[in-house]
T-cell receptor
Framework: KQEVTQIPAALSVPEGENLVLNCSFT??????LQWFRQDPGKGLTSLLL?????REQTSGRLNASLDKSSGRSTLYIAASQPGDSATYLC?????????FGTGTRLTVIP | GAVVSQHPSRVICKSGTSVKIECRSL??????MFWYRQFPKQSLMLMAT?????????EQGVEKDKFLINHASLTLSTLTVTSAHPEDSSFYIC???????????FGSGTRLTVV
């Protein structure tokens, strides 16, 4: 069964710092990997989607990489802002389902 | 982009009553929709997968008679929590997969409180 782990579970950084969130998965047979953001009490907002044939995707200050063979993905956030504070979830799909990681709760301190 | 609308955002009900949560895809047809449950400070737990025009597939441990799912059209799926109990209080989120897309779009979630 696919297991997705995210490290660290929580992270606090000062505003302006660059940071990396990690995601690992046990089964490399995936179609794609998706990073989401969740604000407290809210639904999920999709940030980046990386298809299995791709190695990275970029959107603004966000860059996500995928190394399928090693079962790893990273989400890089440049020049962090207080508005980036949220829980970040990665999820992989082997087909018609999503397996979620445990999430990283990010706090950016002004 | 794809939008999924979920209603209500919050609901409080009495024990023993039933509550219906709606999930609509606004600008695309969703052949498959997913219902998740999320406990405080935990990740999402998949409850069931619904396919338009057929019965939902429930994950192990989820009572199908308690959590009724209907996906009668390509734009609407509903989750009905029947005979609700306080332990059913949780955050429920739906998502949809676009017929031609690769990603998933999520609703804004429903906070259910059973008193």
């Amino acid at each position: 069964k696919q297991e997705v782990t995210q490290i660290p579970a929580a992270l606090s950084v000062p505003e302006g710092e660059n940071l990396v969130l990690n995601c690992s998965f046990t089964d490399s047979a995936i179609y794609n990997l998706q990073w989401f953001r969740q604000d407290p009490g809210k639904g999920l907002t999709s940030l980046l989607l990386i298809q299995s044939s791709q190695r990275e995707q970029t959107s603004g200050r966000l860059n996500a990489s995928l190394d399928k063979s090693s079962g790893r993905s990273t989400l890089y956030i440049a020049a962090s802002q207080p508005g980036d504070s949220a829980t970040y979830l990665c999820a992989v799909t082997p087909g018609n389902n999503l397996f979620f990681g445990t999430g990283t709760r990010l706090t950016v301190i002004p | 982009g794809a939008v999924v609308s979920q209603h209500p955002s919050r609901v409080i009900c009495k024990s023993g009553t039933s509550v219906k949560i709606e999930c609509r895809s606004l600008d695309f047809q969703a052949t498959t929709m997913f219902w998740y449950r999320q406990f405080p400070k935990q990740s999402l737990m998949l409850m069931a997968t619904s396919n338009e025009g057929s019965k939902a597939t429930y994950e192990q441990g989820v009572e199908k008679d308690k959590f009724l799912i209907n996906h009668a059209s390509l734009t609407l799926s509903t989750l009905t929590v029947t005979s609700a109990h306080p332990e059913d209080s949780s955050f429920y989120i739906c998502s949809a997969k676009d017929r031609g897309g690769y990603g998933y779009t999520f609703g804004s979630g429903t906070r259910l409180t059973v008193v």
